[in-house]
């Protein structure tokens, strides 16, 4: 089923996710209303009427596309989280944030993005990365390569002898430990800072405008899109222990994605030298 899904025509997809956006999210852009924007687990965690109602329709068209799948999506999960278990169910897995970035949506900065991912038996298959405000569509398919705007996408190496810019989960919304790993990044060599979207950090990654991304937590919906895309990019990914991320979770944090596996090898040292 699904193999016949993935060599089907995946622009049906992206015109799912483009069409959730146009409905949901770009009318309320700049457009939020207060009673719109809720906090969920804090100031640095909210959602807004276009997340939900995102999500219900990604829900639904993405359900039809490939019958049998099931969604696992970031609103879904937070009212249920036994919804996050499909991940290492049998059934294909469309991993939706709807919109990733949500401080910045709300501040009505173009900083956001609609991710969407398909994973079977905890592999990623195929991603979709959509900036609306900037009009970016990154897609990537595993051993087919990725594409921005329909033009292939190849990240590189970093210039030998260039400063490797960074973006990394914030110090403060970590754990003591998960702390001190990413302030390894705060050495020579190394220009880190705080991350945005962690869906258009990844772009960045995939495009070669960003040596590298550091984070602590893992999400599926957060990661599993861009790491294909990165990795499919021609970049490489893995965890503080050197393993691959996992999407289904229990990673040694933090991990990281960048633009080749030499720059990859240089963050994993400077994590480890904090931890």
Known sequence: MIDDFLAGDLTEVEAAVRAAAAAE??????????HEIVEKNGPHDLVTT?????????????????????????????????????????APVWIVDPVDGTRQFVRGEAGFCTLVALAHHGETLASWTYAAALDEMAVAVRGRGATLNGVPLKAGPPAPGDVLRVAMSHPDYTTDAQKRALLGLRTEGIDARPCGSAGLEYLAVARGALEAVAFNWEFAWDHAAGLLLVTESGGAQATLSGAPFRIAGGNDLPFTAARDLATADTVLTALRAGA
């Open 25 to 34: 999210i770009v009318p309320r852009f700049r457009q939020l209303a207060a």
């Open 50 to 90: 276009a997340d939900r109602l995102a999500e219900e329709h990604l829900t639904a068209s993405l359900s039809r596309l490939l019958p049998g799948s099931v969604v696992v999506g970031e609103e879904a999960v937070h009212a249920d989280p036994a919804v996050y278990g499909a991940l290492s169910g049998d």
